[in-house]
Every structure is written in C-alpha cells, then in structure tokens.
C-alpha cells in the first residue's frame, strides 16, 4: 500500500508539473485547489494504513507465539540489513497473556527499526528470556551508542511508544550503553 500510495503522489505531482507549463493552473486556480487537495488526501491514507499496520496484531505471534515470532523478525531484520544478530531464546512457548506478548514483540520491532536507523551497527545479541514472573529482553548492538543522545532517546516518539506500551502491562524499557560501544535496551514485562 505504501509503494503505490507513494506511486500515485509521485505521478500526481508530475501531473501537477505539466499542467502548470501549459499554464493551465494559472489560469485555473481551482484545478490546482483539486490537485493540492488530492495530494493532503493520498497523505492522509498513507498515515491510515502505518496505523493500522501497527494496530494490527501479526499473524505469527498469533499462531506460533512470542518466541518463534522474534526469531522470525530477527531473521527477517538479519537478510534485509546484512547485520548479524545473536540469538539466545528459550526453549518452546512459556505460557503468556497475548497483551503481553504483542507489547514486547511491538518494542522489540521498534528496537530493531532504531538499530536500523541510528545505530550503524555490525552486530546485535538479543535475548529472551520467559520466567514464570517475567518477561525479559536485552539487545545489545555494536553500533555508535547513545552517547550525549541518552536524552534525545528519551523525547522521542518511539522511544516514548515503546515506554506506554511497556507501562500499559506494567512493564519497563531501560537503555544504557553497551560495555564496548553501542547500545543495550532492556524491557522487562510481569508475566501475570
Ligand atoms: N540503537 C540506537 N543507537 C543509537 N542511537 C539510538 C538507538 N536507538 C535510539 N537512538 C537515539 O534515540 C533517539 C530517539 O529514538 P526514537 O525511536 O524515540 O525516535 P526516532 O527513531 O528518531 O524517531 P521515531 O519517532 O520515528 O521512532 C533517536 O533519534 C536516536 O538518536
Ligand atoms: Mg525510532
């Protein structure tokens, strides 16, 4: 949806572009109105369907539960990135309410968007832990750390996201450096 959202506002401002060397929106203010609106409209859809895509839960985490969906995500993030990622999960499904499991999969794909984004990284470890009282999450990228950004890490939005959806299960995301260089955020979740 996005491609072709993307697509369509591309090819309606080239459109825009050819009419107005011809000289048409000049001569007609109303059309350019309609081309302007159009534009705010592809906008507004395109910021529709990021929500609903967050909203919704993934089907793997439904069928196949939190562990096989953040060594699927992983593996996922591994091929589309080249970064190498260390993974040390527990074995089979410990038992979870899914509001708790679909908040800790929800961080941990924020997690990784930010090792993407921010970290220059080489290398991550991620490891999950399932004790019957807890949840617990630790990864660690090799990148360029937090540094004087400890704070920034603090105002923004994601980071800000990840917090509520920790809080709203009475949980808790803590960032710190890794020893080395780099960057660890932990989230810990009660378990019941
Ligand atoms: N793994 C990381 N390595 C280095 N810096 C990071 C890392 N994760 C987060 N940061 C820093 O923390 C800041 C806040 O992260 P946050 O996710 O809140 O915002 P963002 O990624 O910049 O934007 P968005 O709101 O779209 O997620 C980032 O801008 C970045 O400077
Ligand atoms: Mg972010």
């Known amino acids: 949806m996005g491609q072709a959202l993307t697509a369509l506002k591309l090819d309606l401002a080239a459109l825009e572009h050819e009419l107005c060397r011809g000289d048409l929106c000049r001569t007609d203010g109303e059309l350019k109105q309609r081309i302007a609106t159009m534009s ?11 929500k609903i895509c967050t909203e ?3 089907a793997v985490l ?16 591994e091929a589309r990135t080249g970064i190498f990622c260390n993974l040390d999960l527990p074995e ?14 929800r961080i941990f794909q924020e997690i990784l968007t930010n090792i993407i984004r921010h ?7 991620i490891r999950l832990a399932c004790a019957e009282a807890a949840l617990l999450l630790e990864v660690s ?3 360029m750390g937090l540094g004087k950004n400890l704070s920034a890490a603090e105002a923004g ?5 990840m917090r509520e959806r920790a809080l709203a299960v009475g949980g808790l995301v803590k960032f710190s450096e890794t020893i080395g ?6 989230v810990q979740i009660p378990n019941r």
């Open 62 to 77: 439904d069928h196949l539960g939190l562990v096989a969906a953040i060594e699927w995500a992983t593996r996922d993030f």
């Open 56 to 58: 919704l839960r993934p």
């Open 157 to 161: 939005l994601g980071v800000i996201g």
């Open 92 to 105: 089979g499904n410990a038992p979870m309410e899914s509001r708790r499991a679909t908040a800790m999969f």
């Open 141 to 143: 990228d090799n990148g």
């Open 40 to 50: 705010a409209t592809i906008e507004s859809v395109f910021q529709m369907s990021m």
């Open 181 to 186: 260089g780099g960057t660890t955020v932990v």
């Open 119 to 125: 970290a220059a990284a080489t290398e991550v470890s």
